[in-house]
Nanobody, 125 residues
Framework: QVQLVESGGGPVQAGGSLRLSCVATLRTFSSYDMGWFRQTPGREREFVTAISWNGGETYVADSVLGRFTISRDNAKNTVYLQMNSLKPEDTAVYYC??????????????????WGQGTQVTVSS
C-alpha cells in the first residue's frame, strides 16, 4: 500500500522557518515527480511547488517564490519543503503528492497519483 507521510509541521512565529519532510513508500520513488500543496478551511487546495523525478526541474507558486524551496533525496524516498520567512498567510495544512509519467507540470495543475494526509503549519504574527 502506497503511503506518503508528511512531518515537520507545527507552530512558528512570522519570519521563522520550518522544514517539512514527506517519506513515500513507493518502490520506484525515483521515477515520481513530487509536489507540495496547501489548503486552508473553506478554500481549494493550492499548488505550492513541485520537483521532477530527477530534481532537474522545479516549479514554484508566485506566493512562495524566493521563500520556499523543494528538494528530494531519492536514496531516502523523501521530498523536503524548506520554508523561510514565513508569513501568517502561509498557515495551512500542507500535503505532499506524487505523480508519474505526466511531468511535474501535471502536479502544477493539481493532478497526482498519490496524496499524503497532510501536516499543519501555523504561523503567528
Amino acid at each position: 500500500q502506497v503511503q506518503l507521510v508528511e512531518s515537520g509541521g507545527g507552530p512558528v512565529q512570522a519570519g521563522g522557518s520550518l522544514r517539512l519532510s514527506c517519506v513515500a513508500t513507493l518502490r520506484t520513488f525515483s521515477s515520481y515527480d513530487m509536489g507540495w500543496f496547501r489548503q486552508t478551511p473553506g478554500r481549494e487546495r493550492e499548488f505550492v511547488t513541485a520537483i521532477s523525478w530527477n530534481g532537474g526541474e522545479t516549479y514554484v507558486a508566485d506566493s512562495v517564490l524566493g521563500r520556499f524551496t523543494i528538494s528530494r533525496d531519492n536514496a531516502k524516498n523523501t521530498v523536503y519543503l524548506q520554508m523561510n520567512s514565513l508569513k501568517p498567510e502561509d498557515t495551512a495544512v500542507y500535503y505532499c503528492a506524487a505523480g508519474r509519467l505526466r511531468g511535474p507540470q501535471a502536479l502544477v495543475r493539481g493532478t497526482a497519483d498519490y496524496w499524503g494526509q497532510g501536516t499543519q503549519v501555523t504561523v503567528s504574527s
